[in-house]
């Protein structure tokens, strides 16, 4: 453990705030592993993440007294929490299933989305407003944004959704 009375009072302030950023970092993709399924990654964050806790609450109690330690814990709280949210949109990991309606492009849509090379299905249906066409398209979450893009531009009306895909099976159709 780190001997934080040894170390000067803005050397204390700036590991506290660095180690609860980090804390809650890993607190953030270990969430996102358990939901996911993800157990070895999860076990191993949820470890780590535990050593930075107990790090950086024996260094706020050494000298609980001081605002500026209780603020440097509370602003990493807040810095790692952002961080954490930062890191998992970049990387991206898994699969998103995207639903686009739309009342009057479907086909466009869907020829769209398969000469970008991506796999979609579409389906007919009936909204508030007369007949729609669903498209369903299964996408690495990372491609996610750009396939929402080219739907948008192809049908500006288009109504879509996304959800994270946890579990799949079975091949194109």
Known sequence: MIDFSSLPEAATIALIFVLRGLNLTLAT??????VRGRIASAWLLAFVQSFFFL???????ENADS???ILAYAGGYATGLLVGISLESRIAPGYTLLRLISTSRGEQL?????????????L????LKGMVSMI???APRKQSRKIVEQAETVDPDVFIT?????????GWL
């Open 55 to 61: 790090t950086t609450v024996a260094g706020v109690m």
């Open 136 to 138: 369903l398209c299964y």
């Open 29 to 34: 993709m270990r969430l996102l592993s358990v």
């Open 67 to 69: 605002l500026a330690n």
């Open 110 to 122: 869907l020829e769209a989305i398969h000469r970008s090379g991506y796999g979609a299905t579409i």
């Open 162 to 170: 996304s959800e994270y895909v946890r579990r799949h099976s079975g």
């Open 124 to 127: 007919s249906g009936k909204g």
